[in-house]
């Protein structure tokens, strides 16, 4: 699926259940890499409560989970030691 074709508004459940990448495995994938592209460690808990919304089938949104990742990030931005 092209990220092109995701909207905000679309829900991980019912909206996405059909995607190929819908198991703990691949989710976990996911993690990984917004770890890696956004340059910044996701703690367990706030992990679990990210793969909550796509294994667990909770109803957000994708826009909910991206405001979620950006809240995380800005977190760990802030407590970044200044140089």
């Known amino acids: 699926m092209p990220a ?3 909207q905000a508004s679309d829900r991980f459940y019912p909206d996405m259940e ?3 990448f819908y198991d703990i495995i ?3 994938g996911i993690i990984l890499e917004l770890e890696q592209k ?3 460690r996701i703690s367990e808990v706030d992990a679990d409560r990210l793969l909550a919304r796509v294994v667990r ?3 957000d949104t994708v826009g ?3 405001i979620e990742v950006l ?3 800005k977190r760990d931005q802030d407590q970044e030691p200044l140089s």
């Open 4 to 6: 092109e074709s995701l």
């Open 64 to 66: 909910d989970a991206v």
């Open 18 to 20: 059909k995607l190929p």
């Open 26 to 28: 691949d989710s976990l």
């Open 57 to 59: 089938k909770e109803s």
């Open 71 to 73: 809240q995380l990030w």
């Open 38 to 40: 956004l340059k910044f």
